[in-house]
């Protein structure tokens, strides 16, 4: 159980796994196994495929080790990864390799600056399902280090990870379930959060290309997907952050701009594509925007105040306005005309 509850540190003490491009770090012992990962393929004609693993020991003084197999699987969608033995998950069972991995020797010791050659082999029976299945060979470092006169023992753990795949049947699929971005009100994301998940039953490693482009249809901002050659396990889910390289200035206007994934996995060139909304704020700008129109506002304001000051100020004299006559007052004096004419007509005297 002790050892056990060991070989789980471990695993959850490795943050992500690549592909060949990724190597074991050197402890500081200089016990190594290698290589760190590996692809083996199987064919179904073949009983059984062997590889090799070696084992080196740079210290001065001779390292017993004791070698054993394990299943793992993802411990999280970040790359984490799980070594587990017979409590492992049904998950990690389904596709694990343990119960057909079978090592040379299980035990050995290295003298200084020493090599050792030991082979794996992977029976292949009908209880074997096509597609992927992934283990680990373990190698358990058993010293004495003394130190000032007191002898301590030191346990260290070493792992070769084995990607197994079994042909006839294996099932490739990928899968974009959605993307995650932290919100700047000011710029556009600089890094884009990719969650694929794989529904079928062999690991696969996403390829592609994320772009942001303006509502003009210009490229702003693009990045390459999986720069890394992550890994996603069968029936798992995997977050791949992809970094953006700017291309073109963004402008400053609030506007909506459009994400455009393109993605795929090893071994096909067609691309799928998925197409996002993205708005831009730009929180800056519309700062900007907000204070000049603050400003005239203000202008306004102060310019109808002065107007009203001069107005009611002592001494001001009020502009006169001049009423145009009503239109009907020319009918009215010739009407009253025409009347004194005809009374001066028939009293003259009167009109004296």
Do not use: C
């Amino acid at each position: 159980m002790k050892k056990l509850a060991v070989i789980l540190l471990v695993g959850l003490a490795t943050a992500t796994f690549a592909s060949t491009q990724a190597s074991a770090a050197k402890p500081s012992s200089q016990i190594t196994i290698v290589p760190f990962l590996q692809t083996v393929r199987i064919q179904a004609s073949e009983s059984t495929k062997t590889f090799d693993l070696t084992l080196s020991n740079k210290t001065s003084r001779a390292q017993s080790l004791h070698l054993s197999v394990l299943n793992f699987g993802t411990l999280n969608e970040t790359g984490g990864l799980v070594f587990a033995g017979s409590n492992a998950s049904t998950l990690v069972k389904k596709y694990g390799l343990a119960s057909w991995l079978r090592l040379s020797v299980n035990d050995l010791t290295l003298q200084p600056n020493e090599t050792a050659t030991i082979q794996a082999t992977i029976i292949n029976d009908v209880s074997l399902t096509p597609g992927g299945h992934y283990g680990a060979v373990v190698a358990a470092v058993n010293s004495l280090d003394a130190t000032g006169g007191n002898q301590v023992n030191v346990k260290q753990q070493l792992s070769s990870l084995i990607l197994a795949t079994k042909v006839g049947g294996e099932k490739y699929d990928l899968k974009l379930d959605g993307i995650r971005y932290d919100i700047n009100w000011g710029r556009l994301p600089a890094t884009i959060n990719l969650r694929f998940k794989n529904p079928g039953n062999v690991q696969v490693v996403p390829r592609g290309i994320v772009k942001l482009i303006s509502p003009k249809g210009k490229v702003i901002k693009q990045g390459v997907i999986n720069e890394n050659s992550s890994y996603v396990l069968p029936e798992t889910y995997r977050q791949i952050p992809v970094n953006h390289q700017t291309v073109a200035r963004e402008g400053w206007w609030p506007k909506f701009y459009r994400m455009e994934v393109y993605y795929r996995y090893d071994g096909i060139d067609s691309f799928a594509v998925k197409n996002y909304t993205l708005y831009l704020v730009n929180l800056p700008a519309l700062i900007v925007f907000a204070g000049a129109v603050v400003l005239v506002a203000w202008a306004v304001i102060r310019s109808w105040k002065y107007v009203l000051w001069r107005r009611a100020r002592p001494g001001h004299v009020p502009k006169v306005v001049y009423k145009k006559p009503p239109t009907d007052a020319k009918p009215k004096v010739e009407k009253k005309v025409r009347k004194l004419k005809k009374s001066s007509k028939t009293n003259p005297k009167k009109a004296k």
